[in-house]
Structures are given as C-alpha cells and as structure tokens.
C-alpha cells in the first residue's frame, strides 16, 4: 500500500493560480461533467452530453436536459446533483484547483482527438470528460511537449540521463510531461525546472495531496515555474495501485514523443507504451553504453529496443528531437 500523501498546507498553495473560468459556459460545462458523474453517468455519455451544443446551466434546467434526453433512472435528483456539483466546483476553488471539461477550450486537444465521435476513446484506453489542474493549463495545449518516463529505481546513469534529457528538451522549447513519481519521473522534473522550462505532472489521485509526499516541494516549484499538476480524479481520493496504470494513458496521450530512459520491463513504464502504441505515439528508449547496459533497472530497454514494434534508440536529448515529426520544432 502506497503510504499517506501529503496534503498540501495553507502556506503550500500561496502563489497558485486560483481556479479562473474563461466563461460562464466553461463554468456549465464543468458543473454538467461534475453532475452527470455523480448520477453514475458513464463517461462516455459525459463526453457525448459535453460535446452536444446544447449545455443547462442551473439545476431546474439541468433536471429537465436530464429527463428530456432519457439519460435518467426513477428516483434520481438531477437538480440536487447540480447543486452538489456547484458546491464541489467551489471546494476546487478554494483548493486553487481549476475543473476542465471535454470541450473547453483549455482541455488538451491531443486528449480530445482520441475521445472525438470518430475515435470513440477506443485508442485512449477510456474517456476522460474532465482534468482537475493545480498551475497553469497552458502546457496541456503546448504543442511541443515530450513525455519523460522510467523505473522509480532507476541506476546511477539512468538517473542522470532522465534529468539530462529533462533539462536539454526544456532547453529547446518542449513541455516536459511525467508523473511525479520516484526515480526518472522526479529528474525529468528537476530537469526540467533546472533548464527554467514548463512541466506537467500527471497524478493518480485528487490534487488536495501529493504522492509520494516527499515530493511536495518538487509540485511546489513545477506549478511556480509555470508547470502544472492534473489529475482525472476529484479532491479527496487518495492514490490506489489500479490508477496509476489508468493516468499513464494521459501522460502518452499529451506528448508528441514517449522517452523511455530505463524499466526493468514489469513495471508502470511499460503500460505507459503499450497506452502509447495503441495511440500512435512514436516510442523512443534510452540506449545505455556497455558499462551500464546489464543493470537490472535497464532490463526491459533491451526488449524495447529489439523487439516488434522495435522503440527509437535514443543516446541523447537530441536523438529524440530528430525522431519527432518537423512540426513539433515549429512555434505554436
């Protein structure tokens, strides 16, 4: 069992950008996703309702939509379930968490081209109708942006390459996307902030705590370097074994590239590139020199680089800006 996460104290969230709505159909949206959920609505359905033009914005007219449209059981309180979903929006504020539904102009479009009528989320691994966001969303839209992942006990020289390759990529431009866990995922971050740029941590659990707790100040310093933390998961659900494999099908789907710097081949890292594959998103692993190449923590980058589909090899953060499409060099 994961141990207790750290809930972020008052003096923690000073500085956080506050939950800010661009504009009151956001601000519906939202609340639509939020009561639909709690109606026990599956998230395909939330998508579908969230992508249709016509979008209640109050309990009364929420509770007709919901009759109207058949989406209801007997004995379901859609207007009660609005109202509650105001109340959790304005805890999320409070918290400085900002609510972004499908179809927000803030949700990352990457995201969204996976869950759209003609993909039907199948490539996604499952339907995300909101992100909760603590910082700036700006770098879930960025279109340069490169996922940095690994073992969280990573060898010597795995360590190194995964905060190198953090801190070249952030260098040249690109959003650097992990998962705040232990080992390559905090030095992606560290990388990534060393070289001033934009990261976005992607978490298994509600944002009102941070896993693994000594990793507090590390979320600190992404979100005040302009980075962010998102979630699929409300405040208050702690962090459970079956979310990480499902949150490492966001950090795939937000990235124009996967690195892979070191797995021992049994580990999350390697669901993040089966999530990847079956996304279409290229592949690239970490090469290590011989010296390095039998560690135990190196064990699956050897299967990655010689099995079928075969990963790009990758010995530098320049090696993996050549494997990605001309496009993703280019100004947004």
């Not at 700006?138 to 969280?152: H, K, Y």
């Amino acid at each position: 069992m994961p141990e207790k996460p750290r809930s972020p104290s008052k003096q923690d969230t000073l500085g956080l950008t506050r939950s800010a709505v661009v504009t009151y159909a956001d601000r519906s949206r939202a609340c639509l996703a939020l009561a639909l959920r709690e109606l026990k609505c599956r998230p395909r359905g939330v998508v579908d309702a969230l992508g249709a033009a016509r979008l209640p914005n109050a309990g009364r007219e929420f509770a007709d939509y919901w009759h109207a449209d058949r989406l209801g059981l007997d004995g379901t309180d859609p207007a009660g379930a609005w109202e509650r979903a105001e109340r959790n929006l304005e805890r999320c504020d409070d918290l400085a968490i900002t609510v972004i539904a499908y179809g927000d102009p803030r949700y990352p479009t990457r995201l969204a081209a996976l869950q759209g009528p003609e993909r039907r989320g199948a490539a996604l691994g499952g339907y995300v109708p909101l992100l909760y966001c603590r910082g700036s969303a700006a770098g879930l839209n960025d279109c340069r942006s490169v996922a940095v992942i690994g073992t969280r006990t990573p060898s010597a020289f795995g360590r190194r390459r995964a905060r190198a390759f953090g801190h070249d990529l952030a260098a040249e431009g690109f959003v650097v996307v992990s998962g705040l866990a232990r080992g390559c995922d905090t030095e992606a971050h560290w990388g990534c902030i060393d070289a001033a740029g934009i990261t976005v941590a992607v978490l298994a659990h509600g944002l009102d705590s941070i896993y693994p707790p000594e990793n507090a100040d590390l979320a600190d310093r992404l979100i005040g370097a302009g980075g962010c933390l998102v979630s699929e998961y409300p405040p208050g659900t702690p962090p459970r074994r079956r979310a990480f494999g499902q949150r490492d099908r966001i950090q795939s789907a937000l990235a124009e590239l996967v690195v892979v710097v070191e797995t021992p081949g049994d580990d999350g890292t390697m669901i993040t590139v089966d999530h990847a594959r079956r996304q279409r998103r290229p592949v690239g692993c970490l090469v290590h020199p011989p010296e390095f190449a039998s560690a135990e923590a190196a064990a699956g980058n050897s299967r990655l680089l010689s099995g079928y589909p075969r990963a790009i090899p990758l010995k530098t953060p320049q090696d993996a800006l050549a494997a990605m499409r001309p496009s993703a060099h280019e100004a947004c």
